[in-house]
């Protein structure tokens, strides 16, 4: 698929979804008006998919870069993925890429996540329910269930991960050169929310676990039904599917596929945020390098 048909589907895309997250907001009477489409808007949004990937033969990339990433949700750029945090007084249409994430393992949605980024080992939602959540007993409910009674639900602690302990994405794409097209594409393969543990989340530790790995192909049907907040146009929404798919984030590159086996850049530059920034910086501009030599004669 060329750049024009992919900017073409884009826009379709865009503005196929557009003042969907406020539909009637300017015609209803009643508070439970707002929200309600239209007959066009609702066939519409029927035949809204996610633009689909087009096929890219093995023998047509003529050279790849796997490069994982940290997505950090302390940049205002990354904002859109990491709120809303407290959904008590918004919109059910708003929600933040954690909170998508969850919800859509949970109702089947998304059914491939896996413990690492190279999807070796395959996780269900009970296999990741104690990541998520813990459930701890405080001491008189210790007392009671040696006693031999039931233990009251008011001595029984439970911690949920939300979205506001979600403080990085990590994802994993890759960078190729499609020789058909002769131009230098991204493709996004996995993501991973990062938090601390949930287990030592209270006591101070601020050590930082990946949570799952989710193939992102399989995801995109319920990242492109979720919206993300448009600053520049509430009118317009986006989709997390195209904010991710067109690369609207700052990330840096803390790995790349190596002869070392992949090792991080914190492992051959050890204690050293200034330079290992550097480095991610150097490997960027090693993959844009790469397209400008291809059109050095």
Same mark, same amino acid.
Do not use: C
């Given at each position: ?29 009643? /508070?439970?008006?707002?929200?309600? &489409? ?9 035949? *809204?998919?996610?633009? #689909? ?6 023998? *047509? ?13 302390? #940049? ?7 709120? /809303? ?27 491939? !996540? ?45 911690? *949920?991960?939300?979205?506001? *302990? ?12 499609? &020789? ?12 991973? /929310? ?5 287990? @030592? ?13 989710? @193939? ?8 492109? #039904? ?28 803390? &790995? ?12 051959? !530059? ?19 390098? @790469? #397209? ?6």
């Amino acid at each position: 698929m060329s750049w024009r048909g992919l900017l073409v589907g884009g826009f379709i895309t865009l503005f196929s979804g557009a003042s969907y997250g406020q539909a009637n907001i300017l015609n209803a009477d009643t /508070p439970e008006e707002i929200g309600q &489409k239209t007959e066009a808007q609702r066939l519409v949004e029927q035949n *809204d998919k996610p633009l #689909e990937y087009g096929y890219v033969g093995d023998r *047509d990339i003529l050279w790849s870069k796997n490069v994982w990433e940290i997505v950090d949700l302390d #940049e205002r750029v990354n904002f859109p993925f990491y709120y /809303p945090i407290d959904t008590n007084n918004i919109g059910v249409n708003r929600r933040s890429l954690y909170d998508v994430l969850v919800n859509s393992i949970r109702n089947g949605e998304i059914q491939h !996540i896996y413990a690492d980024s190279y999807f070796n080992e395959k996780r269900t939602l009970k296999d990741i329910s104690a990541t998520l959540s813990k459930v701890d007993t405080t001491d008189l409910g210790i007392e009671q269930y040696n006693a031999g009674e039931e233990v009251d639900e008011q001595f029984i602690d439970r911690r *949920d991960l939300g979205s506001a *302990d979600i403080a990085q994405y990590h994802i994993r794409g890759i960078w190729y050169f499609d &020789k058909k097209q002769a131009e230098l594409r991204y493709r996004l393969l996995g993501i991973a /929310p990062v938090a601390p543990d949930v287990n @030592f989340i209270d006591s101070g530790q601020t050590d930082l676990v990946e949570l799952f790995w989710v @193939f992102y192909p399989d995801a995109r049907e319920a990242l492109h #039904e979720a919206k993300a907040f448009n600053g520049a146009n509430t009118a317009q929404d986006l989709s997390f599917d195209h904010l991710l798919n067109s690369r609207r984030f700052n990330g840096v590159i803390y &790995k790349e596929d190596n002869v070392q086996g992949d090792r991080e850049v914190e492992e051959y !530059i050890p204690q050293n945020a200034f330079m290992q920034l550097l480095e991610s910086q150097r490997i960027k501009e090693q993959i844009r390098n @790469f #397209e400008q030599d291809m059109w050095n004669y």
